[in-house]
């Protein structure tokens, strides 16, 4: 079974309007992290924001926001006020426990703003 | 800002050859990873290493693949005689606790 699902592969934004990007996931394991990262064009990976599983608010970082919801097993990231430089590829990630170890990734969401 | 810092940006090698893949993580973290990406895939985790030593593998880190930390601040990943599948572009990452920091990657072609 997969262990984070992104069933988007492919989003168009309108610049400036938010956009979600979905991510569920699946453990049973109490402590887990989620993590997003982007992937622009030229390859590199970059960290854009963490949620750990008892961490009691959603995570923010700028335009960045993740929408935890630990029932239903989804961290998704909300871009607010999108710009022609979100344009990227958009990767969800799952620790598990409480090492350091393994980050288990979603198949990416490739995020296209159109001016 | 600190930075993680891989080369070279590009390699190409032919198949049979050996690679190194070299990394710098940044400096006070405690966790370094390789992770793979073939074009058009999802990342793969490799390998962790902690305290000197592998932490934990995954099942693509066969024999062909050893990793290192020959000083203080390098850490490289060795593939000893590379096929034609191991193209892909090849980060490094560390950590001190919390989330990982990448490097920008090595493209690997293999020819």
């Known amino acids: 079974a997969q262990k984070i699902t992104q069933t988007q592969p492919g989003m168009f934004v309108q610049e400036k309007e938010a956009v979600t990007l979905d991510c569920t996931y699946d453990?049973?394991?109490?402590?887990?992290?989620l993590f997003w990262y982007k992937q622009p064009s030229s390859g590199e990976m970059i960290f854009l924001i963490y949620?750990?599983?008892?961490d009691q608010q959603n995570a923010t970082e700028g335009r960045y926001s993740l929408n935890f919801q630990k029932a239903r097993k989804s961290a998704n990231l909300v871009i607010s006020a999108s710009q022609l430089g979100d344009s990227a590829m958009y990767f969800c990630?799952?620790?598990?426990?409480?090492?350091?170890?393994?980050?288990?990734w979603g198949a990416g969401t490739k995020l296209i703003i159109k001016p | 800002e600190p930075e993680v810092t891989q080369t070279p940006s590009h390699q190409v090698t032919q198949m049979g050859q050996e690679v190194i893949l070299r990394c710098v993580p940044i400096?006070?973290?405690?966790?370094f990873y390789w992770y793979r990406q073939i074009l058009g895939q999802k990342v793969e985790f490799l390998v962790s290493?902690?305290?000197?030593?592998?932490?934990?593998k995954s099942e693509i880190f066969d024999d062909q693949f050893s990793v290192e930390r020959p000083d203080g601040s390098n850490f490289t990943l060795k593939i000893r005689s590379t096929k034609l599948e191991d193209s892909a572009m090849y980060f490094c990452?560390?950590?001190?606790?919390?989330?990982?920091?990448f490097g920008q990657g090595t493209r690997l072609t293999v020819v």
């Open positions: 990630a799952m620790r598990e426990g409480r090492r350091n170890y393994q980050l288990i």
């Open positions: 290493f902690y305290n000197n030593e592998i932490s934990e």
């Open positions: 400096s006070n973290h405690l966790y």
């Open positions: 990452a560390s950590s001190e606790s919390g989330e990982a920091f």
């Open positions: 453990t049973s394991d109490p402590s887990y992290g």
């Open positions: 949620q750990g599983s008892y």
